[in-house]
């Protein structure tokens, strides 16, 4: 309680326990399905060359990220407090892992994923009429340039880019004026995306015109073996982690989640397997319908296999389905994502005005705002595939550390009291943490071949770093300011 409300006699507004087991289902399968599974495929497809171990990438992806969750699960059990990872982080490693975590969300994955989910939700709108776009010259005109990480383009794509900004403002201000109003958005929608998804599935496979030919046989333009098959797994499981990316949001909400000691390790199960069971037989579907090659040369693969299998009517129905789902899971990484802020504000340890909750609304008003507003900036900075990179790989890098963290709470807290423990410890979180270990380096350096070669004008994984590393000075100030209150004012 802060010193005006206890000298008034008032208690501060706070979060209400508002979320039971399925709309908690809803946060992580709704965080998780939206954008990638429509766009990644295509990429990754050039990627692989065989449409077989496209569909092991995703599922290979899935249960490694079902890896990491269930060990988080075990330390959300244990301490269901708003802000997840970032009051694990103060547990496991101390203020400074923990104030790096909650920036690099707010600066990098946090919103940058929102960005990107938003940013698939305007090109699907492309589909039934095509947005105005700057020439050329005129976005390279306005183009920057940062040394040793690249050539940003924020005029790019123009007509799209301020459709997903409209899209990421309209939805700030749903959850802004209500947690139930978001919630229940979050349940409709989430509900509306797995049930057409369901039916797309059952219309490419059993009632289209593909062959279970094309699902077994790999590219006529692109081969690998030894080690550029390696190299081009990790890449395309980079894409597919992306796909999974958002099964943390629920443990940012964990101080609204009812009954969260057994809410919390139930929801992120059934989410995942929910999501994994989608992800393969759309997969699947894809390449039942579409040979890999044409796969791999399409911006629309959902509406183009829908056009194959059911002709011209398909494309419009898949992007309708596209624009339901991107919807869906923008709404819910708003709602989700700002309350790290939230909880790093409530402690001093970012701008006090972002840690109050609206006294009428009961939401985190301030902090809602701010992320649409810096949301917004991204979306201008960068690409679809630019921004996803970005995030996925500052986001496994705290992964891991989560992972790693719960050898360091077994070792510290060996008393404390635990609903849930991971299942297979030590080698569960163990051979998750091997894998983030090698995932991070191969994909480091991938980036950096990539950008020498002129594939790409971007570093990705450095940008996400250095947007990362300029919260270092902030710790160091925001410490100062909470020990020295009567100087710092009320930033």
């Not at 776009?133 to 940062?146: C, K, N, P, V, W």
């Not at 919390?264 to 069971?277: A, D, E, M």
Request: proline residues 4%; aromatic residues 16%; hydrophobic residues 50%.
């Amino acid at each position: 309680m802060s010193d005006q409300a206890a000298s008034s006699g008032k208690e501060e507004p706070r979060l209400v326990r508002t979320f039971g087991l399925w709309s908690s289902v809803s946060i992580v399968v709704g965080g998780i399905i939206g954008s990638a599974i429509f766009m990644k495929p295509a990429l990754m497809a050039s990627q692989l060359g065989s449409p077989l171990i496209l569909l092991a990438v995703w599922v290979l992806a899935g249960v490694v990220t079902l890896m990491g969750a269930l060990s988080n699960s075990e330390v959300a059990a244990m301490m269901p407090e708003t802000g997840g990872q970032y009051v694990f982080f103060q547990k496991m490693y101390g203020d400074f892992i923990a104030f790096l975590f909650g920036w690099a969300g707010f600066a990098v994955f946090n919103t940058a994923g929102v960005a990107s989910i938003a940013y698939v939700f305007a090109i699907y709108a492309e589909y039934f009429h095509p947005f105005p776009r700057f020439s050329t010259e005129t976005e390279q005109l306005f183009s920057l340039y940062l040394p040793g990480i690249g050539t940003f383009f924020p005029l790019e794509n123009f007509g799209v880019k301020s459709l997903t900004i409209f899209l990421i403002g309209f939805l700030t201000w749903v959850n802004y004026r209500s947690v139930q109003f978001g919630k229940n958005i979050q349940v409709v929608f989430t509900a509306m995306k797995v049930i057409a998804m369901g039916l797309l599935i059952v219309g490419l496979l059993g009632f289209g015109t593909g062959s279970w030919e094309n699902v077994g046989r790999s590219s006529t333009l692109i081969h690998h073996s030894g080690w550029m098959l390696v190299m081009a797994i990790i890449a395309a499981t980079s894409g597919a982690f992306w796909g999974y990316d958002g099964w943390n949001n629920i443990t940012f909400i964990a101080g609204e989640i009812k009954d969260p000691q057994r809410n919390i390790p139930r929801s992120l199960l059934l989410g995942l397997l929910i999501t994994i069971s989608v992800y393969a037989l759309i997969v699947t579907a894809y390449c039942y319908v579409l040979p890999i090659d044409t796969i791999a040369h399409s911006p629309f693969v959902a509406s183009d296999a829908a056009n194959r299998a059911f002709g011209a009517a398909g494309g419009g129905i898949i992007a309708t389905l596209v624009l339901v789902a991107t919807f869906g899971t923008t709404n819910g990484n708003i709602l989700a994502t700002a309350r790290v802020s939230f909880a790093m504000a409530q402690e001093k340890r970012f701008f006090a005005w972002t840690g109050r909750v609206h006294p009428r609304n009961q939401t985190p008003g301030n902090a809602l705002v701010l992320h649409g507003l810096w949301t917004s900036v991204l979306v201008l900075s960068g690409s679809f595939d630019m921004l996803t990179d970005m995030l996925v790989f500052v986001s496994w890098l705290f992964y891991g550390l989560s992972a790693a963290g719960i050898f360091v709470l077994r070792r510290k807290m060996p008393d404390q009291h635990r609903p849930y423990k991971v299942w297979g410890y030590p080698f569960v979180p163990g051979f998750f943490v091997l894998f983030t270990v090698f995932f991070l380096i191969s994909t480091l350096t991938s980036d950096i071949q990539n950008y020498l070669a002129g594939k790409t004008p971007l570093i990705n994984s450095l940008f996400g770093l250095f947007l990362t590393a300029l919260g270092i000075p902030l710790y160091f100030w925001f410490r100062w300011r909470s020990r020295h209150p009567a100087t710092s004012g009320s930033l």
